[in-house]
């Protein structure tokens, strides 16, 4: 059964040895109901359990599985939300019921622990804090709670001290990567403003206008664009540098754009986009918490991925210094 498992890494199995990563829920056949009320979960319960009796599908010997999940169409804090319960049925099977429905369920990978109705919504919790931790990030599939030993329920409405399985989405984020940057001459502008996006812009705008005004390749992988601010830090003054890779014996004359050595360095480098650019920066740093990996004092930075010296940006790189 192992095998159906992903190798955890082994602090954070330290700190969550409940959780585990299903490599794939395989895709199946399931017989299912939804109801939208107060009460739902109970609601659609009774409906497809008693269902499944009628039709002889519980008892001891049952291989049919009961899943469920909140509705996307419940709204938090509604009092009126959906719930939708499923039951794993054979492929040949013929439902003739106005309030049970069958589909195929695509399957997928999921991290998975075990807990009791009671303890769903801690759960829940326990799983997102493990998350960001981890390097998965959540998948798009189906959240699902897998209730068990269903067979056994002496009601059909599940009570809090039931056993549910929680299975969370989740699918691998791009791999965290080493790469050394040698030391390489660059141009750079400094622009500073009260206002963060002002001085970014500025920045940006001194920049891309330098290297088209000086022929710089675009889009070539010749000349590569690695930006660094302030970062999270709160001033009265924000800051943001662009620098543009160029040759050892490029002739500069510009009063704002000059060049100097950048002395690059080891780093861990991991691809993101503009969207999730914070986001990315921060699980950076919670990855060296978790790995004890010792930072780098040399600088942090950005790669901008763009063409023609124009947004939008194809994609960014963060490059986040480790020491030797």
């Given at each position: 059964?192992d095998?159906c498992?992903?190798i955890?890494?082994?602090?954070l199995?330290k700190?969550?040895?409940?959780?585990?990563?299903?490599?794939?829920?395989?895709?199946?056949?399931v017989?299912?109901?939804?109801a939208?009320?107060?009460?739902?979960?109970n609601?659609?319960?009774?409906?497809?359990?008693?269902?499944?009796?009628?039709?002889?599908?519980?008892?001891?010997?049952?291989?049919?599985?009961?899943?469920?999940?909140?509705?996307?169409?419940?709204?938090s804090?509604?009092?009126?939300?959906?719930?939708?319960?499923?039951?794993?049925?054979?492929?040949?099977?013929?439902?003739?019921?106005e309030?049970?429905?069958?589909?195929?369920f695509d399957?997928?990978?999921?991290?998975?622990?075990?807990?009791?109705?009671?303890?769903?919504?801690?759960t829940?919790?326990?799983?997102?804090?493990?998350?960001?931790?981890?390097?998965y990030?959540?998948?798009?599939?189906q959240?699902?709670?897998?209730?068990?030993?269903?067979?056994?329920?002496?009601?059909?409405?599940?009570?809090?001290?039931?056993?549910?399985n929680l299975?969370?989405?989740?699918?691998?984020?791009?791999?965290?990567?080493?790469?050394?940057i040698?030391?390489?001459?660059?141009?750079?502008?400094?622009?500073?403003?009260?206002?963060?996006?002002k001085s970014a812009?500025?920045?940006w705008?001194?920049?891309?206008?330098w290297?088209?005004?000086?022929?710089?390749?675009?889009?070539?992988?010749?000349?590569?664009?690695?930006v660094?601010n302030?970062?999270?830090?709160?001033?009265?003054?924000?800051?943001q540098e662009?620098?543009?890779?160029?040759?050892?014996?490029?002739?500069?004359s510009?009063?704002?754009?000059?060049?100097?050595?950048?002395t690059?360095?080891n780093?861990?480098?991991?691809?993101?986009n503009?969207?999730?650019?914070?986001?990315?920066w921060?699980?950076?740093?919670?990855?060296?918490?978790?790995t004890?990996t010792?930072?780098g004092?040399?600088?942090?930075?950005?790669?901008?991925?763009?063409?023609?010296?124009?947004?939008?940006?194809?994609?960014?790189?963060?490059?986040?210094?480790?020491?030797?």
């Amino acid at each position: 059964m192992d095998n159906c498992f992903e190798i955890q890494d082994e602090n954070l199995l330290k700190n969550y040895p409940d959780i585990k990563v299903l490599k794939k829920l395989e895709p199946v056949r399931v017989a299912y109901c939804k109801a939208f009320s107060k009460t739902p979960e109970n609601d659609a319960f009774k409906v497809l359990i008693g269902w499944a009796k009628r039709t002889g599908l519980i008892d001891k010997d049952s291989t049919h599985r009961v899943f469920g999940f909140d509705t996307p169409d419940s709204k938090s804090g509604d009092e009126v939300y959906g719930f939708e319960v499923w039951m794993t049925i054979d492929d040949d099977m013929i439902i003739e019921d106005e309030n049970v429905k069958s589909k195929i369920f695509d399957g997928g990978m999921y991290a998975v622990t075990s807990t009791t109705i009671a303890d769903i919504i801690t759960t829940w919790d326990r799983f997102r804090e493990w998350l960001k931790l981890s390097h998965y990030e959540l998948g798009n599939h189906q959240f699902l709670e897998e209730h068990l030993p269903f067979y056994e329920w002496d009601t059909d409405i599940p009570q809090k001290n039931h056993k549910v399985n929680l299975y969370m989405p989740v699918k691998d984020k791009k791999d965290k990567e080493k790469e050394v940057i040698p030391p390489v001459r660059v141009a750079y502008y400094r622009a500073e403003d009260v206002d963060l996006e002002k001085s970014a812009m500025k920045a940006w705008d001194v920049m891309l206008s330098w290297a088209k005004r000086n022929n710089l390749d675009a889009g070539s992988g010749k000349h590569r664009i690695f930006v660094y601010n302030i970062g999270f830090r709160k001033t009265k003054k924000y800051w943001q540098e662009v620098m543009i890779t160029v040759d050892d014996d490029f002739v500069f004359s510009d009063d704002l754009v000059k060049d100097k050595i950048f002395t690059g360095g080891n780093y861990m480098r991991m691809e993101t986009n503009l969207g999730s650019l914070m986001d990315s920066w921060k699980e950076m740093g919670r990855w060296r918490e978790v790995t004890k990996t010792k930072a780098g004092k040399h600088q942090w930075v950005e790669e901008w991925l763009i063409d023609d010296w124009k947004f939008p940006e194809k994609g960014i790189k963060v490059f986040f210094p480790i020491g030797d």
